[in-house]
Protein backbone atom coordinates (compact mmCIF):
# COMPACT_ATOMS: atom_id res chain seq x y z
CA UNK A 1 0.00 0.00 0.00
CA UNK A 2 1.12 3.56 -1.03
CA UNK A 3 0.50 7.00 0.29
CA UNK A 4 -1.14 8.57 3.68
CA UNK A 5 -3.69 5.89 4.37
CA UNK A 6 -6.51 7.18 7.17
CA UNK A 7 -8.49 5.15 9.35
CA UNK A 8 -11.93 5.24 10.16
CA UNK A 9 -12.96 7.30 7.18
CA UNK A 10 -16.27 7.81 9.21
CA UNK A 11 -16.93 8.11 12.72
CA UNK A 12 -19.96 9.31 15.23
CA UNK A 13 -19.17 9.56 18.37
CA UNK A 14 -21.21 11.29 21.48
CA UNK A 15 -19.57 13.52 23.82
CA UNK A 16 -18.57 11.30 26.33
CA UNK A 17 -16.61 8.83 23.99
CA UNK A 18 -13.27 8.01 23.86
CA UNK A 19 -11.84 7.03 20.09
CA UNK A 20 -8.89 7.41 18.25
CA UNK A 21 -8.08 8.39 14.78
CA UNK A 22 -5.23 6.43 12.88
CA UNK A 23 -3.18 7.82 10.66
CA UNK A 24 -0.01 5.39 8.44
CA UNK A 25 2.46 6.91 5.79
CA UNK A 26 4.16 4.66 3.09
CA UNK A 27 6.13 7.67 1.52
CA UNK A 28 9.59 7.24 3.97
CA UNK A 29 8.57 10.99 5.32
CA UNK A 30 9.97 12.04 8.30
CA UNK A 31 7.25 14.78 8.89
CA UNK A 32 3.34 14.00 9.73
CA UNK A 33 0.86 16.48 9.92
CA UNK A 34 -3.11 16.80 11.32
CA UNK A 35 -5.33 19.51 9.78
CA UNK A 36 -8.81 19.80 10.78
CA UNK A 37 -11.48 21.04 8.00
CA UNK A 38 -14.25 22.52 9.09
CA UNK A 39 -17.60 23.72 7.13
CA UNK A 40 -16.77 26.60 5.49
CA UNK A 41 -13.58 27.27 7.08
CA UNK A 42 -9.88 27.07 5.83
CA UNK A 43 -8.32 24.58 6.70
CA UNK A 44 -6.42 25.08 10.15
CA UNK A 45 -3.13 23.03 11.05
CA UNK A 46 -3.13 21.13 14.51
CA UNK A 47 0.01 19.47 15.35
CA UNK A 48 3.00 18.82 13.42
CA UNK A 49 5.78 15.96 14.18
CA UNK A 50 8.88 15.89 12.92
CA UNK A 51 10.95 12.45 13.58
CA UNK A 52 8.17 11.60 16.09
CA UNK A 53 9.01 14.79 18.37
CA UNK A 54 6.22 17.35 18.11
CA UNK A 55 7.30 20.73 16.99
CA UNK A 56 3.76 22.51 17.02
CA UNK A 57 0.68 22.22 18.61
CA UNK A 58 -1.52 25.71 17.17
CA UNK A 59 -3.57 26.50 20.22
CA UNK A 60 -5.74 22.67 20.15
CA UNK A 61 -7.99 22.06 22.74
CA UNK A 62 -6.62 18.74 25.17
CA UNK A 63 -9.34 17.07 24.68
CA UNK A 64 -7.54 16.59 21.17
CA UNK A 65 -4.18 13.90 22.02
CA UNK A 66 -1.82 13.23 19.73
CA UNK A 67 0.48 10.07 19.48
CA UNK A 68 3.41 9.44 17.19
CA UNK A 69 4.79 6.14 18.22
CA UNK A 70 7.20 5.87 14.76
CA UNK A 71 7.72 7.93 11.69
CA UNK A 72 5.41 5.93 10.30
CA UNK A 73 2.08 6.57 12.06
CA UNK A 74 0.08 9.03 13.71
CA UNK A 75 -3.09 9.42 15.80
CA UNK A 76 -4.94 11.71 17.02
CA UNK A 77 -6.53 10.31 20.23
CA UNK A 78 -10.17 12.15 21.45
CA UNK A 79 -11.99 12.66 24.59
CA UNK A 80 -14.65 14.48 25.67
CA UNK A 81 -15.34 15.84 22.37
CA UNK A 82 -17.77 19.56 21.60
CA UNK A 83 -20.55 18.79 18.61
CA UNK A 84 -18.41 21.81 17.33
CA UNK A 85 -15.33 19.72 16.79
CA UNK A 86 -17.60 17.74 13.63
CA UNK A 87 -15.45 18.14 11.14
CA UNK A 88 -13.02 16.16 8.37
CA UNK A 89 -9.50 15.41 9.78
CA UNK A 90 -7.09 15.26 7.12
CA UNK A 91 -3.56 13.61 8.11
CA UNK A 92 -0.46 14.53 6.19
CA UNK A 93 2.96 13.89 5.80
CA UNK A 94 5.97 15.62 4.31
CA UNK A 95 9.77 14.63 3.21
CA UNK A 96 12.61 16.65 5.24
CA UNK A 97 13.31 18.79 7.97
CA UNK A 98 10.02 20.45 8.27
CA UNK A 99 12.42 23.66 9.67
CA UNK A 100 13.82 23.81 6.10
CA UNK A 101 10.59 24.69 4.60
CA UNK A 102 9.36 23.93 0.98
CA UNK A 103 7.22 20.66 2.41
CA UNK A 104 4.89 19.45 -0.12
CA UNK A 105 2.58 17.65 1.48
CA UNK A 106 1.21 14.02 0.81
CA UNK A 107 -2.40 14.25 2.16
CA UNK A 108 -4.80 11.16 3.08
CA UNK A 109 -8.27 11.07 2.30
CA UNK A 110 -9.31 12.14 5.38
CA UNK A 111 -11.35 11.36 8.95
CA UNK A 112 -15.16 12.39 8.84
CA UNK A 113 -15.83 12.87 12.47
CA UNK A 114 -19.63 13.37 13.87
CA UNK A 115 -19.63 14.42 17.22
CA UNK A 116 -23.31 13.83 18.74
CA UNK B 1 -1.39 37.60 11.55
CA UNK B 2 -1.51 35.95 7.72
CA UNK B 3 -4.66 35.87 5.88
CA UNK B 4 -5.36 34.24 2.49
CA UNK B 5 -8.29 34.70 0.70
CA UNK B 6 -9.94 33.21 -2.38
CA UNK B 7 -11.93 35.08 -5.17
CA UNK B 8 -14.57 33.52 -5.87
CA UNK B 9 -15.59 31.14 -3.69
CA UNK B 10 -17.68 28.74 -6.62
CA UNK B 11 -17.38 29.29 -10.47
CA UNK B 12 -19.51 27.08 -13.23
CA UNK B 13 -17.89 27.39 -16.77
CA UNK B 14 -18.47 25.22 -19.62
CA UNK B 15 -16.25 22.78 -20.99
CA UNK B 16 -12.97 24.10 -22.70
CA UNK B 17 -13.53 27.25 -21.44
CA UNK B 18 -9.87 29.15 -20.25
CA UNK B 19 -10.20 30.20 -16.49
CA UNK B 20 -8.46 32.25 -14.18
CA UNK B 21 -8.92 31.46 -10.37
CA UNK B 22 -7.38 33.95 -7.69
CA UNK B 23 -5.57 33.75 -4.49
CA UNK B 24 -4.46 36.77 -2.12
CA UNK B 25 -2.42 36.96 0.79
CA UNK B 26 -2.03 39.91 3.45
CA UNK B 27 1.53 39.79 4.76
CA UNK B 28 4.20 38.82 1.22
CA UNK B 29 7.10 37.67 3.64
CA UNK B 30 6.45 34.14 2.32
CA UNK B 31 8.70 31.29 1.64
CA UNK B 32 6.65 29.73 -0.75
CA UNK B 33 2.94 29.10 -2.29
CA UNK B 34 1.08 25.66 -3.02
CA UNK B 35 -2.08 25.12 -5.04
CA UNK B 36 -4.08 22.18 -4.03
CA UNK B 37 -6.92 20.44 -5.50
CA UNK B 38 -9.69 18.72 -2.88
CA UNK B 39 -12.30 16.05 -4.64
CA UNK B 40 -15.35 15.78 -2.75
CA UNK B 41 -14.55 13.41 0.10
CA UNK B 42 -10.78 13.12 -0.63
CA UNK B 43 -8.03 14.92 0.94
CA UNK B 44 -6.02 17.67 -0.65
CA UNK B 45 -3.57 16.42 -4.04
CA UNK B 46 -0.72 19.41 -4.47
CA UNK B 47 -0.50 20.38 -8.30
CA UNK B 48 1.99 23.38 -7.98
CA UNK B 49 4.54 24.72 -5.70
CA UNK B 50 6.60 27.97 -6.28
CA UNK B 51 8.94 29.28 -4.59
CA UNK B 52 9.15 33.11 -3.52
CA UNK B 53 11.76 33.72 -5.71
CA UNK B 54 9.35 32.28 -8.87
CA UNK B 55 7.04 33.85 -10.75
CA UNK B 56 5.52 30.89 -12.28
CA UNK B 57 4.75 27.43 -12.77
CA UNK B 58 4.00 25.41 -14.80
CA UNK B 59 2.26 21.80 -15.13
CA UNK B 60 0.26 20.44 -18.06
CA UNK B 61 -3.02 22.46 -18.41
CA UNK B 62 -2.39 24.10 -14.89
CA UNK B 63 -0.25 27.74 -14.91
CA UNK B 64 0.09 29.54 -11.76
CA UNK B 65 1.54 32.84 -11.37
CA UNK B 66 3.17 34.72 -8.24
CA UNK B 67 3.41 37.96 -7.68
CA UNK B 68 4.47 38.71 -3.83
CA UNK B 69 5.23 41.92 -3.86
CA UNK B 70 1.54 42.80 -4.64
CA UNK B 71 0.12 39.82 -2.27
CA UNK B 72 -1.46 37.75 -5.34
CA UNK B 73 -1.42 34.55 -7.10
CA UNK B 74 -3.07 33.46 -9.88
CA UNK B 75 -3.86 29.69 -10.89
CA UNK B 76 -4.92 29.31 -14.52
CA UNK B 77 -6.18 26.41 -16.13
CA UNK B 78 -6.29 26.01 -20.18
CA UNK B 79 -8.93 24.25 -22.40
CA UNK B 80 -11.05 23.34 -18.84
CA UNK B 81 -12.43 19.47 -18.84
CA UNK B 82 -15.35 18.05 -16.81
CA UNK B 83 -12.92 16.21 -15.19
CA UNK B 84 -11.27 19.54 -13.30
CA UNK B 85 -14.60 20.23 -11.26
CA UNK B 86 -13.31 19.92 -7.79
CA UNK B 87 -12.01 22.58 -5.05
CA UNK B 88 -9.19 24.65 -5.34
CA UNK B 89 -6.94 25.44 -2.61
CA UNK B 90 -4.27 27.61 -2.16
CA UNK B 91 -1.89 28.06 0.87
CA UNK B 92 1.27 30.09 1.78
CA UNK B 93 4.07 29.00 3.72
CA UNK B 94 5.45 31.56 5.88
CA UNK B 95 9.79 32.21 6.31
CA UNK B 96 11.59 29.76 8.75
CA UNK B 97 8.42 28.42 9.30
CA UNK B 98 6.54 24.95 8.68
CA UNK B 99 2.96 25.69 8.76
CA UNK B 100 0.75 25.97 5.72
CA UNK B 101 -1.98 28.72 5.55
CA UNK B 102 -4.74 27.80 3.52
CA UNK B 103 -7.57 30.00 1.84
CA UNK B 104 -11.19 28.50 1.61
CA UNK B 105 -10.80 27.46 -1.46
CA UNK B 106 -13.06 27.95 -4.84
CA UNK B 107 -15.50 25.27 -6.09
CA UNK B 108 -15.09 24.72 -9.72
CA UNK B 109 -17.88 23.26 -11.64
CA UNK B 110 -16.93 22.55 -15.27
CA UNK B 111 -20.48 21.49 -17.17
CA UNK B 112 -19.92 19.17 -20.28
Known sequence: ETG???TPRHLVMGMTNKKSLKCEQHLGHNAMYWYKQSAKKPLELMFVYSLEERVENNSVPSRFSPECPNSSHLFLHLHTLQPEDSALYLCASSQGQVSSGANVLTFGAGSRLTVL | KQEVT???AALSVPEGENLVLNCSFTDSAIYNLQWFRQDPGKGLTSLLLIQSSQREQTS???????????GRSTLYIAASQPGDSATYLCA?????SYKLIFGSGTRLLVRP
Open chain 2, 60 to 70: GRLNASLDKSS
Open chain 1, 4 to 6: VTQ
Open chain 2, 92 to 96: VEMDS
Open chain 2, 6 to 8: QIP
